[in-house]
């Protein structure tokens, strides 16, 4: 529970009171103003908290006090629990004050920026055993006896000892002993030998469901595998894909990642894809780096840098040919010989020796004629479809030749 505040709220009883009470009434109207104590100006709707108020019962004079804690409001009727702070219930008289008056426990609740940054309410050095870790840090949930907890910040565990196999970790907030908890990593997979290191932080994440903790630092997603070093074990596939990746970092044939793995993307390697992918048939992700390769690539099946695709092949003729993968797929065509004249046959259309299997990516040609060389005298391509392009000319004529890139 926090702790409500208000401004110069005060008044007096409205009868006397014994020790034993759990509720009194204060002088009429008055408990507007102490209801405002259990309200908070600033909150979050998906961090739900109790507010309790601290109030002080002295006489007229301030000799004697009890601090209670406000809990309730209903008109006039304050609900308290009494004797608060190490002071005595006792009996009270008309008129004496019923006041919020700042006291030691309500200024100590107020968290202070050493204490924040020496991650007093989110880090511990864990007790308990290699495998059964247990904290224990301040917290004012359990307050006036409730239940009721929640932990949203990530917490600081630092073991004392390096764990041998499955990880569990109690937790006692304020004293209170909320439950024992199981660590696990990624896909709720439970944490390996030597996960947790002696003396190395790990970072753990309540789950939504408030039943584990994820621990996103564990060791092995940062033993450092590489093509030079590549993990103990053969992975042939991911997701039920076939050939796709080798991959590093704890996951197996029978602990597969639970997403596509695009790259690297923050695992420790390269990503190797050598099998059951071609240009018709490509990878359902976009592939960033092929055996240390970085840039865009195309996925050829078998070729690696060690292994790479023979130089293709061209068709035959003077004024037009293309270019292919050694797979049949065309990523370059050339065509010469396309003759415009602005005055009498400005708008041409140019057919390519054979069509993309997708489409064109860029159009560059050269020409042999006159103009073309000023701002009133020029020409322009602009892709049609797959197969062909329109020429445009202004107040030029000649021959062009063109090369074309696809895809």
């Known amino acids: ?24 009434s204060v002088v009429p109207g008055a408990g507007e103003s102490f209801a405002k104590l259990l309200t ?21 004079q301030q000799t004697v006090f009890e601090i209670c804690h406000l809990t309730a409001v209903s008109n006039d009727t304050l609900t308290v629990i009494r004797g608060q702070e190490g002071t005595t219930a006792k009996g009270w008289s008309l008129n004496d004050v019923v006041a919020n008056f700042a006291t030691r426990g309500s200024e ?23 495998n059964a870790l247990s904290i224990s840090l301040p917290s004012t ?17 630092t073991p004392i000892a390096t ?11 304020g004293g209170k002993v909320i439950g024992t908890f199981p660590l696990y990593k990624g896909n709720k997979a439970q944490l390996d030998s030597g996960d947790i290191i002696a003396g190395v932080p790990i970072c753990c994440i309540l789950d939504q469901s408030k039943a584990f903790f994820n621990v996103i630092n564990p060791v092995a997603a940062y033993i450092g595998y590489t093509p030079s070093n590549p993990p103990p074990y053969p992975v042939t596939s991911v997701n039920g894909m076939t050939g796709v990746v080798n991959i590093d970092v704890g996951y197996t044939p029978s602990n597969p990642p639970p997403y596509p793995v695009t790259s690297v993307n923050g695992m420790i390697g390269v ?5 059951g992918y071609t240009p018709s048939n490509p990878p359902p992700y976009p592939v960033t780096s092929v055996n240390g390769m970085n840039g865009a690539v195309n996925i050829d099946v078998g070729y690696t840098p060690s292994n790479p695709p023979p130089s293709g092949q061209t068709t035959t003729g003077n004024t037009s040919a293309y270019y292919t993968h050694s797979n049949g797929q065309i990523f370059l065509q050339c065509i010469g010989g396309v003759a415009s004249n602005s005055s009498s ?30 701002s009133d005298s020029w020409w322009t391509a602009t892709v ?6 329109n020429l445009h000319t202004r107040n030029c004529s000649g021959a062009w030749c063109f090369v074309v890139a696809g895809y």
Not at 1 to 24: C, E, K, P, R, V
Not at 141 to 157: E, G, M, Q, R
């Open 40 to 60: 908070a100006e600033i909150s979050n709707p998906s961090s739900p908290h109790g507010i309790y108020a601290k109030l002080t019962l002295t006489d007229s």
């Open 384 to 389: 049609a479809s797959s197969s062909s392009f």
């Open 163 to 173: 764990n041998t196999a499955g990880v569990t970790l109690q937790i006692t907030l």
């Open 345 to 374: 046959n400005p708008d041409v259309t140019v057919y390519l020796p054979a069509a993309f299997p997708n489409g064109i990516l860029g159009i560059g040609g050269s020409f042999s004629g006159s103009g073309g060389d000023d």
């Open 1 to 24: 529970m926090i702790i409500g505040f208000g401004n110069n709220t005060a008044s007096a009883l409205a009868s006397d009171i014994t020790a034993a009470q759990t509720y009194f």
């Open 271 to 275: 990503v190797n894809i050598d099998v």
């Open 108 to 130: 100590q609740s107020f968290v202070q920026v050493e204490q924040l940054q020496g991650g007093d309410y989110s880090s511990a050095t864990a007790g308990g055993a290699p």
């Open 141 to 157: 949930f359990s307050n006036n006896n409730t239940a009721d907890w929640l932990i949203k910040i990530p917490l600081l565990v």
